[in-house]
């Protein structure tokens, strides 16, 4: 492994550990709040946006386990319809040689029946 995976396993199971401590599992945007404020930079790169990003979603998904309910029900709530198709129709940014400033554009479907239905509605357009 690199020195910078390395590092984030470190912040993980140091710095992170230690704050999270004693947390809800259930309050995710307490969870998350911590993690941004004890990193302290804009673009989480003192302990690492992946570390964060890990610990933020194996909370989640523990704690949707153990409520013995799917991750996207626990974190939408009872009125989400999942799953919801997206398609990605551009990619720019940073990461892309594209010339595009916009990372991504998305699209959905809106009024459908099933995610089938949804498939089914963008691919005929």
Known sequence: MGKGVMKAVEN??????????????FDQANIDKCMIDLDGTP??????????LGVSM????????????PLYRY?????????QPFFNVINGGVHADSGIDVQEFLITPVKRESFRDGVEKIANT
Request: no cysteine; net charge neutral.
């Open 43 to 52: 673009n989480k790169g003192r302990l690492g946006a992946n570390a964060i």
């Open 12 to 25: 993980v199971n140091t710095e992170i550990n230690d704050a999270l401590k004693g947390l809800s599992p």
């Open 58 to 69: 194996a909370i989640a998904r523990a704690a949707a386990k153990s409520q013995d309910i």
């Open 75 to 83: 974190l939408g709530g009872v009125d989400l319809e999942l799953p």
